[in-house]
């Protein structure tokens, strides 16, 4: 937990001279393989800086995907985790990579540019230099008017109701690779829940009957005591 006092003082400091925070990590707080109490702690310092914090930037999944960090006074969005997609191919995903555009003057986020390598077309044509297509801007991709945690919790909960943006979300969640076809109603609210919440125990709250036996073992290892348990993030 030393790891969250520093963070914590870090915060204040900021606060108290009047900066702005971009937090840069690699395991993102939602992830099933960090420890909830560690995320639930994380999720309290995003709430009380909310007003300093202009961003956070996440990996770890090798997926292009969200997490959204939620009030602890009534719910309301207060910051948004970007976890960005691998410049590695892993488990048939195209290579990514994004630019994220910043206003200089107040530090908000403006938008992202996100590019992808087609692995398909490039591993066909070898004989000149490969080129990375832009795969989406994300305003014009979700049709979001700016890039608010109001916006991105519309989008997420746009998920739930709105096939063309679930596909959507999917394709890119899987950097291109993923091929249309019937989606499930529980992996739909898979996708929302873990998109909808920053700490684990709360997706897997949101899940309930549709968790599935992976997603089970997972909570087990959260809640279970033991040497084996996860470290903390």
């Not at 310092?45 to 995907?65: A, K, M, P, S, V």
């Not at 969200?66 to 976890?83: K, Q, W």
Request: proline share 3%; charged share 20%; with cysteine.
């Amino acid at each position: 937990m030393d790891q969250l006092a520093w963070m914590r003082n870090e915060l204040y400091l900021s606060e108290r001279n009047g900066e702005n925070v971009f937090i840069i990590g690699h395991i993102n707080p939602g992830s099933y393989g960090c420890d909830s109490e560690w995320s639930a702690r994380y999720r309290a310092l995003i709430d009380r800086f909310t007003n300093i914090i202009r961003g956070q930037f996440y990996g770890h999944t090798h997926n292009d995907e969200i997490e959204m960090v939620r009030s602890y006074a009534d719910n309301a969005p207060v910051g948004v985790v970007l976890i960005a997609p691998s410049l590695t191919t892993y488990s048939n995903l195209n290579p990514s990579f994004r630019i994220i555009e910043v206003d200089v003057d107040t530090n908000v986020l403006v938008d992202i540019q996100q590019y992808r390598l087609d692995l398909n077309k490039w591993n066909q044509n070898t004989t000149g230099p490969i080129e990375w297509d832009l795969a989406y801007t994300l305003l014009d991709q979700y049709s979001m008017p700016d890039m608010s945690y109001g916006s991105f919790d519309t989008l997420v909960d746009s998920i739930q109701v709105d096939m063309n943006v679930t596909e959507t979300y999917l394709y890119n969640l899987n950097s291109g690779s993923y091929k249309k076809s019937a989606v499930a109603p529980r992996d739909v609210q898979h996708i929302y829940c873990t998109a909808k919440h920053s700490v684990s125990e709360d997706a897997f709250k949101c899940l309930g009957l549709n968790a599935t036996t992976g997603d089970l073992m997972d909570m087990a290892q959260q809640i279970l005591p033991g040497a084996w348990k996860f470290d903390y993030c």
